[in-house]
Every structure is written in structure tokens, then in C-alpha cells.
């Protein structure tokens, strides 16, 4: 079975960094590409980023772009998304998947002071 198992996140102030680990098992990461998405609290679902299965390419919606650097450890079949300078506008939930049907449990991160 597919899953996603998401860790970290959490409340912090303006300028701030986290990061957000996505750890999968019953297939391998670097056979596939992985996304991250987040919904802030109106329900509004943006695309933040994406790799490639090979990681040759990296998308960065422009809101995050700079700021979000997604990265990849195969040997641990784990996702990164390491989220610098925060702002209050990140507050979402933020989730890893995989395809269409398969996705983390989500993770909130609260930027706020």
C-alpha cells in the first residue's frame, strides 16, 4: 500500500523557517514525482512546488518561489520542503502527493506573531 507520512510544520513568527518531511513507502520516491500543496484556512488549495522523478526539474509557484526549496533523500525515500522567510500568507495546510490519489495526512504551519 502507497503512503505518505508527513512530520514537522508548527506555529511560527514572520521570517521564520521550517521544514516539512514527507516520508513514503510502498513505492520509491525516486522513481516519482512529488508535489506539495497547501489550502489556507478559506479552503483555497494552491500547487507550491513539484519535482521530477529524476529531480532534473523543480517547479515553485511564484508566491513561494525564493523563499521554498523542495529537495529529495532517496535513501531514505523522504521529501523536503524547506520554507525560509515566512510570511503571515503561508498559514495553510500543507500536504506532499503523489499523483492524484495519493497524498500526505497534511501538516499546518501558523505564521504569525
Known amino acids: 500500500q502507497e503512503q505518505l507520512v508527513q512530520s514537522g510544520g508548527g506555529a511560527v513568527q514572520p521570517g521564520g523557517s521550517l521544514r516539512l518531511s514527507c516520508a513514503a513507502s510502498g513505492f520509491s520516491v525516486a522513481n516519482q514525482a512529488i508535489g506539495w500543496f497547501r489550502q489556507d484556512p478559506g479552503n483555497k488549495r494552491e500547487e507550491i512546488s513539484c519535482?521530477?522523478?529524476?529531480?532534473?526539474?523543480?517547479y515553485y509557484a511564484d508566491s513561494v518561489k525564493g523563499r521554498f526549496t523542495f529537495s529529495r533523500d532517496n535513501a531514505k525515500n523522504t521529501v523536503y520542503l524547506q520554507m525560509t522567510s515566512l510570511k503571515p500568507e503561508d498559514t495553510a495546510v500543507y500536504y506532499c502527493?503523489?499523483?492524484?490519489?495519493?497524498r500526505g495526512q497534511g501538516t499546518q504551519v501558523t505564521v504569525s506573531s
Open positions: 502527493a503523489k499523483g492524484p490519489t495519493t
Open positions: 519535482q521530477t522523478s529524476g529531480g532534473d526539474s523543480t
